[in-house]
T-cell receptor
């Protein structure tokens, strides 16, 4: 079974600085998708960024980028120029590309605080 | 209205009450999910519906009863709950298909307090 591990329960960053959140996963599959979700105090889980395992190029969405290391099964999220609104829980998630196995598997989350 | 809508946003109920949580998605997705999120615990997948058929029930107690009358609506019926059932209940939808390339779209959740 696939698992997702986020080893940092809490992280803190100064406003305008850069922070990296770690995520590792375990799978025997070669084709899958990886996601980072943000859950602010408003509670709604919002998709931040997604990565297709068959693409070597790291995904980027504005200030958010990932470092995808397929061989190492690592999928870290980098937030550049951190803003107060980035404070939230961040969840890493895995999804098999096989239709019948397509439930999202979440890590336990990392709570990010942003200091003004 | 677009996205995934959950009602009510907050719910306080006694242990002998019966209540229902509602979820509606306007995205044309073919799968819907119920998650439980408790403080200091990982997200717990409760139920999965694909094409209105329940495909997963992760050992959820029978006091939680899901219903999916069509691909756009999902309910969670609650009865004789326990205080430890107090949590945030999240609904999500997604498109399940040949490659599962997209993530889930979540609602804002129902904060449930059992007294």
């Amino acid at each position: 079974a696939q698992t997702v591990t986020q080893s940092q329960p809490e992280m803190s960053v100064q406003e305008a600085e850069t922070v990296t959140l770690s995520c590792t996963y375990d799978t025997s599959e070669s084709d899958y998708y990886l996601f980072w979700y943000k859950q602010p105090p408003s509670r709604q889980m919002i998709l931040v960024i997604r990565q297709e395992a068959y693409k070597q190029q790291n995904a980027t969405e504005n200030r958010f980028s990932v470092n995808f290391q397929k061989a190492a099964k690592s999928f870290s999220l980098k937030i550049s120029d951190s803003q107060l609104g980035d404070a939230a829980m961040y969840f890493c998630a895995y999804r098999s590309a096989r239709g019948s196995q397509g439930n999202l598997i979440f890590g336990k989350g990392t709570k990010l605080s942003v200091k003004p | 209205e677009t996205g995934v809508t959950q009602t009510p946003r907050h719910l306080v109920m006694g242990m002998t009450n019966k209540k229902s949580l509602k979820c509606e998605q306007h995205l044309g997705h073919n799968a819907m999910y119920w998650y439980k999120q408790s403080a200091k615990k990982p997200l717990e997948l409760m139920f999965v519906y694909n094409f209105k058929e329940q495909t997963e029930n992760n050992s959820v107690p029978s006091r939680f009863s899901p219903e999916c009358p069509n691909s756009s609506h999902l309910f969670l019926h609650l009865h004789t709950l326990q205080p430890e059932d107090s949590a945030l209940y999240l609904c999500a939808s997604s498109q399940v298909g040949p490659n599962n390339g997209y993530g889930y779209t979540f609602g804002s959740g129902t904060r449930l307090t059992v007294v």
